[in-house]
């Protein structure tokens, strides 16, 4: 009874001390279905609880055992916790990417591990103070009396060329004056903003790209450039304005374009011959002129020389597939047409184009009373078509196409023009097919 007098008092000191972990613990270690291991830890708990009978020493050593418990389960539940750590969350998108109106030019590269894209918040910072000319120390005049303030130090980072123009400047108290003439004063204010934000609206590049790319020429802004030229080459090079750009592209150092312009030029010649362009720049390049235009006749020559030798492309292939149709006809028989000792094959189609034509001509020549070279003109065409076989052809004893061997025969006594003439369509032929040797006239 005092045993279980203790028992019951220990509970209920361990439940009034929030200690009712060690209690599930030692409810779940007296169970009968557990393992070994456990029955084993039930029968040490047992008699560590009935060893101590005072109510003090069973507290101190229940909460000593609870404390060390409590501790390993901590370092197991770190562990644990370790190994499921969630991955970060991706970085949010810049909200320049989402710009609609505005875009966004850098000069850094991805290899020096710089950003290509700032926050839109930076980008309205550097905005809001040009247009507001907070401290500003500069100003630049412009055609019609206008005038841009702007920052010394922000210029002379962004353009040596204007760097160099603030050194030679006249200081009048903290101000500095510059002029940039020659372009109208919206192009000059676009283009001092883009060396503030690296930012444009789309219908100011559209209206001043032109001007925009003379001024980051002169002033070496090598990265509004660079965006000036994929703007003209991506869309906005039309017929109207392609001499003006080929023009500017050449004073700009700007190989690519200038090509671009030049080959648009030469593949709508007639269309931009008639545009304001071509007469302004007739009367203020004339040299350039005449070599645009030595330019557009060699491209016809060089268009001339192409269609040629396609030409002559086709007819070598006519002529190698007329070679192995008669091969064809003479070895093993076509639709109607065919050595006396093979049967024909009416119904089943044939595979070379040539054949049709070729059986024709066959006809004509077997029943043609003129069939002398030089008398009918189809006879004549016949004729060569067997001479040329037996150029091609590398077993004249066993050909079965008709005087074969008779022509292998004549060569030796013909001129060496003729032979030469001969040797060069025999080779233009095997080369237009890729090849040292028909398979149809090899020896079988």
């Known amino acids: 009874m005092d045993g279980i007098y203790y028992y019951k008092s220990g509970r209920q000191y361990m439940r009034d001390k929030g200690l009712h972990i060690a209690i599930a613990r030692y409810e779940q270690l007296t169970k009968k279905t557990q393992s070994r291991k456990l029955h084993k830890k039930s029968k040490y708990v047992k008699t560590f609880y009935s060893q ?4 003090g020493t069973l507290q101190t050593s229940i909460q000593h055992k609870l404390t060390a418990n409590m501790d390993g389960n901590c370092c197991k539940s770190l562990r644990n916790a370790k190994q499921f750590i969630p991955l970060p969350p991706p970085l949010p998108h810049s909200a320049a990417t ?36 907070y401290k500003a120390d500069v100003c630049i005049n412009t055609d019609n009396g206008g005038i841009v303030y702007a920052h010394s130090n922000i210029l002379a980072m962004a353009s040596p060329a204007l760097r160099g123009m603030l050194k030679q400047a006249k200081r009048h108290k903290r101000w500095r004056s510059i002029s940039i003439l020659g372009v109208p004063h ?48 991506l869309g906005y090079l039309t017929i109207d304005n392609v001499v003006d ?50 330019s557009v006749i060699d491209e016809e020559n060089s268009k001339k020389e192409r269609m040629r ?3 002559e492309r086709e007819i070598y292939l006519q002529l190698y597939d007329a070679m192995e149709a008669l091969v064809h006809i003479c070895r093993d028989g076509c639709k109607t047409i065919g050595p006396h000792d093979k049967d024909f094959k009416a119904n089943q189609p044939c595979k070379y ?70 040797k060069i369509l025999v080779e233009k032929i095997l080369r237009t097919r890729g090849i040292g040797i028909a398979p149809c006239f090899r020896p079988q």
Request: with cysteine; charged share 30%; proline share 3%.
């Open 245 to 294: 750009v080929f023009q500017l592209a050449l004073l700009c150092d700007a190989p690519r374009l200038s090509l671009i312009c030049h080959r648009k030029i030469l593949k709508n010649f007639k269309v931009v011959s008639e545009s304001e362009g071509w007469k302004a720049m007739k009367q203020s390049h004339p040299v350039l002129e005449k070599e645009v235009l030595e």
């Open 353 to 422: 184009a040539a054949c049709k034509g070729l059986e024709l001509l066959v006809r004509h020549f077997a029943g043609c009373k003129l069939r002398v070279p030089g008398g009918c003109v189809h006879c004549k065409r016949m004729w060569q078509l067997l001479e040329l076989h037996s150029r091609l052809c590398a077993d004249p004893d066993y050909c079965r196409v008709p005087l074969c061997r008779n022509f292998k025969q004549r060569i030796s006594k013909q001129s060496k023009k003729d032979e030469i003439r001969w």
């Open 52 to 55: 101590y009978t005072e109510e």
């Open 98 to 133: 989402g710009c609609p109106c505005k875009c966004l030019v850098t000069n850094n590269s991805a290899s020096s591990g710089h950003s290509r894209s700032v926050s839109s918040s930076t980008r309205d910072l550097w905005d809001h103070l040009f247009d507001e000319g």
């Open 186 to 233: 919206d192009a000059v204010r676009v283009f001092i903003r883009f060396l503030y934000s690296s930012c444009y609206e789309k219908e100011e590049m559209e209206e001043f790209i032109l001007q925009l790319l003379v001024l980051s020429h002169v002033y070496v802004v090598p990265h509004l450039k660079r965006e000036c030229e994929e703007k003209l080459e």
């Open 309 to 311: 030798k396609i030409n």
